[in-house]
Nanobody, 122 residues
Framework: QLQASGGGLVQAGGSLRLSCAAS????????MGWFRQAPGKERQFVAV????????NYADSVKDRLTISRDNTKNTVYLQVNSLRPDDTAVYYC?????????????????WGQGTLVTVSS
């Protein structure tokens, strides 16, 4: 089970730290990704981190403002989002992919969290 949290209403230019807590499985077996889905749009890749945390990858549109990290002792992955803009408004989802190399496409993931809503006001 994946439980995302940390979303909310924030003004443009602000920051948020999203968290995704995992339970029921061996967390370090999974690379972890973040995706987001804005109203009326398809789900979009945001960031991914390898099982050990040594490798990360970001969508080009956000890589200067986001940092993904994980704490395998706490079974949690984080997404720090800075300099938020109104077009960052979306539901943010965490996802887990077991054993295989990191991936940036949604169908590659095995499990999904319920999402946390981020709303950025101008």
């Amino acid at each position: 089970q994946l439980q995302a949290s940390g979303g909310g209403l924030v003004q443009a230019g602000g920051s948020l730290r999203l968290s995704c807590a995992a339970s029921g499985r061996t967390f370090s077996d999974y690379s972890m990704g973040w995706f987001r889905q804005a109203p009326g749009k398809e789900r979009q890749f945001v960031a991914v981190i390898s099982r050990s945390g040594d490798f990360t990858n970001y969508a080009d549109s956000v890589k200067d403002r986001l940092t993904i990290s994980r704490d395998n002792t706490k079974n949690t992955v984080y997404l720090q989002v800075n300099s938020l803009r109104p077009d960052d408004t979306a539901v943010y989802y965490c996802a887990a992919r077991r054993y295989r190399p990191i991936a940036t496409v949604a169908p590659s993931y095995d499990y999904w969290g319920q999402g946390t809503l981020v709303t950025v006001s101008s």
